[in-house]
């Protein structure tokens, strides 16, 4: 948290006032309404008290009623303020999660409203909206006002196979779930949820291919679901490849190139 880097700055008392409030309860990112609850009490006039601390560039304003100290960049954090149900997902939080080492250069955020992609602070911010009833596996990161939502491990995984195109690449999406161990009630749980016919499909032949420990329960499921249409395994690959007739789909991966990708070790 920062402290005492704005005493120097030509402040008015009220001004010097409100930023030790800040201090003093560890806050360095609120609404306009949140702080008006906390301290409103206190001033006469806090619109002009912010608008002047962010002229003074002692806090941002990152959007209309929303504010941080002026050197605040967790983009996570900043994230869940832009949408008030935002979710940090996919691509992101494969990364968050060491998933994979492929790093973003946009902050994925799954939420249940619509909203445009926006720039804050020179990070660009995907928000993917879904069906209220798809948001589940979420998890708190971080710790008091630094805290922010984010899907968990197997939520992960199969958002990133529901919408592979914000997954940072299939053989990447491939590989993590290969190489992680990931929980067979959860994975029941989450596909019921996004209810992905072809999505479980692809994670249950892969789960079979791969022997996955943990997820004799899950392939189980996934058979069930298993109906008459072929789906491609790579929705965004080419249409080649021979067709597995239990799975009902085209292998335009084929096994053993599987099989390679999620043994490879990257040096």
């Given at each position: 948290?920062?402290?005492?880097?704005?005493?120097?700055?030509?402040?008015?008392?009220?001004?010097?006032?409100?930023?030790?409030?800040?201090?003093?309860?560890?806050i360095d990112?609120?609404?306009?309404?949140?702080?008006?609850?906390?301290?409103?009490?206190?001033?006469?006039?806090?619109?002009?008290?912010?608008?002047?601390?962010?002229?003074?560039?002692?806090?941002?304003?990152?959007?209309?009623?929303?504010?941080?100290?002026?050197?605040?960049?967790?983009?996570?954090?900043?994230?869940?303020?832009?949408?008030?149900?935002?979710?940090?997902?996919?691509?992101?939080a494969l990364?968050?999660?060491?998933?994979?080492?492929?790093?973003?250069?946009?902050?994925?955020?799954?939420?249940?409203?619509?909203?445009r992609s926006?720039?804050?602070?020179?990070?660009?911010?995907?928000?993917?909206?879904?069906?209220?009833?798809?948001?589940?596996?979420?998890?708190?990161?971080?710790?008091?006002?630094?805290?922010?939502?984010?899907?968990?491990?197997?939520?992960?995984?199969?958002?990133?196979?529901?919408?592979?195109?914000?997954?940072?690449?299939?053989?990447?999406?491939?590989?993590?779930?290969?190489?992680?161990?990931?929980?067979?009630?959860?994975?029941?749980?989450?596909?019921?949820?996004?209810?992905?016919?072809?999505?479980?499909?692809?994670?249950?032949?892969?789960?079979?291919?791969?022997?996955?420990?943990?997820?004799?329960?899950?392939?189980?499921?996934?058979?069930?679901?298993?109906?008459?249409?072929?789906?491609?395994?790579?929705?965004?690959?080419?249409?080649?490849?021979?067709?597995?007739?239990?799975?009902?789909?085209?292998?335009?991966?084929?096994?053993?190139?599987?099989?390679?990708?999620?043994?490879?070790?990257?040096?």
């Amino acid at each position: 948290m920062a402290s005492g880097t704005y005493i120097s700055s030509n402040l008015t008392k009220k001004q010097l006032y409100f930023m030790r409030l800040l201090d003093d309860n560890e806050i360095d990112i609120f609404t306009l309404e949140n702080i008006k609850s906390l301290f409103g009490e206190n001033f006469d006039n806090l619109n002009e008290i912010l608008e002047n601390l962010v002229n003074k560039k002692i806090l941002s304003r990152f959007e209309r009623g929303k504010f941080c100290r002026y050197n605040f960049r967790d983009e996570f954090v900043i994230s869940n303020y832009l949408i008030p149900d935002g979710i940090v997902s996919y691509w992101s939080a494969l990364n968050k999660h060491g998933l994979t080492d492929q790093f973003p250069n946009t902050v994925f955020v799954q939420t249940s409203h619509e909203k445009r992609s926006k720039i804050v602070f020179e990070v660009q911010y995907k928000f993917i909206q879904v069906l209220n009833k798809k948001t589940a596996g979420i998890q708190l990161q971080g710790f008091g006002n630094h805290q922010f939502r984010m899907t968990d491990i197997e939520k992960t995984i199969v958002d990133c196979f529901d919408k592979p195109q914000y997954s940072g690449g299939y053989a990447e999406l491939i590989k993590a779930f290969g190489n992680t161990k990931l929980n067979g009630e959860k994975m029941i749980n989450y596909c019921h949820v996004i209810e992905n016919i072809a999505a479980t499909k692809r994670m249950g032949f892969l789960a079979e291919l791969l022997k996955k420990p943990g997820l004799k329960t899950f392939i189980s499921y996934a058979h069930k679901k298993v109906n008459v249409k072929y789906n491609l395994f790579d929705p965004l690959g080419p249409e080649k490849g021979e067709f597995n007739r239990t799975w009902k789909l085209r292998l335009n991966i084929s096994k053993e190139k599987l099989s390679q990708i999620c043994n490879k070790i990257d040096e």
